[in-house]
């Protein structure tokens, strides 16, 4: 069987760090589209598909956000399996039906989701497990059909409609991405300093585990290609 071929859709608009940290931990053949570049995906001659995060919001109007949704639809319509990651995880929500909205404060840092639901792509995690999030934004609303699986007390983290399956968190990140991102927030800056003060070796190693749910997926992905093989 042929390695995966996943749709990398960067969202981000620096994307140097994210093209780094997904193409660490997808053990996949990436075709990497860097959509605020102009840069599109013309086909679905894919096994699969993944959504980055980005600093824009899923409501916002432009012209490559529409866009992107667009292929997502109809990438979801083909039964293409799909995952997205916290921008990515709200714009598929959106797509699907469900509902997008701004939460008035950050939720940054390492935190602990739970499981509220089994799923595969949950599987080998256990009941809670650590993540760095860092977002404004959220899924307040879930599409009809799909599932929540994961959840804390700032609300939905993680969904699954069909084929796709939506992460709020940030799996993919290294120690430096985190610090990069938690030093450009426009916060106070003791938030900032408690938020670095907890980016260690230790909190890291324990947030990696969350790093499995890109191996569950790509799991899904090669379970699909051998089932049309």
Known sequence: MTRPRIALLNTAHTTQDTSR???RELDADLVEFRL????????FEYDGFVVTGSRSAAYDD??????????CREAIDRGLPGLGICFGHQLLADVLGGRVEAMGEYELGYRTVSRVADDPVLEGLGDEFLVFTTHSD???ELPESATLILENDYGIHGFRDGNVV???AHPEYDIDSARMVTEGKSLP???????LDEITEEN???ACQSKQVFENFLATVRERQRASA
């Open 21 to 23: 940290n997904f193409r």
């Open 36 to 43: 605020t570049d102009g840069d599109r995906p013309e086909g």
């Open 62 to 71: 432009d012209e490559w956000i529409r866009a992107t949704k667009a292929w």
């Open 138 to 140: 959220a899924v307040v």
């Open 166 to 168: 939506g992460i709020q």
């Open 189 to 195: 800056e003791e938030r900032i300093q408690s938020v």
């Open 204 to 206: 890291y190693r324990r």
